[in-house]
Nanobody, 127 residues
Framework: QVQLVESGGGLVQAGGSLRLSCAAS????????LGWFRQAPGKERDTVAS????????YYPDSVKGRFTISRDNAKNTVYLQMNNLKPEDTAVYYC????????????????????WGQGTQVTVSS
């Protein structure tokens, strides 16, 4: 099991940028697929971005494509989410997640595919 701690959330005006970090401990993330998810009040948890264990494959839903970028630094045991051109509808609690992956090498898109979760960090975008 890997422990995950998110940071970098906060309040930003529409059009601004934030960079979220998720630091892992307990295991090295080299053979883990990683993902970012968000949940707004009263709504389901949605996928924001995911990345394969090698970093060679990524996934973004249309709602964030071209604005958000997921990346990983295995040496630092950290995954990042760069968020640009933020919109009020991006307001949510953002979570990172991990799952071990030795064979498939895919960017898992569904929250149910992940086994380890962080506590979340709040992102608020004002209009």
């Amino acid at each position: 099991q890997v422990q995950l701690v998110e940071s970098g959330g906060g309040l930003v005006q529409a059009g601004g940028s934030l960079r979220l970090s998720c630091a892992a401990s307990g295991r090295t993330i080299g053979r883990y697929a990683l993902g970012w998810f968000r949940q707004a009040p009263g709504k389901e948890r949605d996928t924001v971005a995911s990345i394969s264990w090698s970093g060679g494959k990524t996934y973004y839903p249309d709602s964030v494509k071209g604005r958000f970028t997921i990346s990983r630094d295995n040496a630092k045991n950290t995954v990042y989410l760069q968020m640009n051109n933020l919109k009020p509808e991006d307001t949510a609690v953002y979570y990172c997640a991990a799952r071990s992956d030795y064979y498939s090498g895919i960017a898992y898109t569904d929250a149910s595919s992940y086994t380890d979760w962080g506590q979340g960090t709040q992102v608020t975008v004002s209009s």
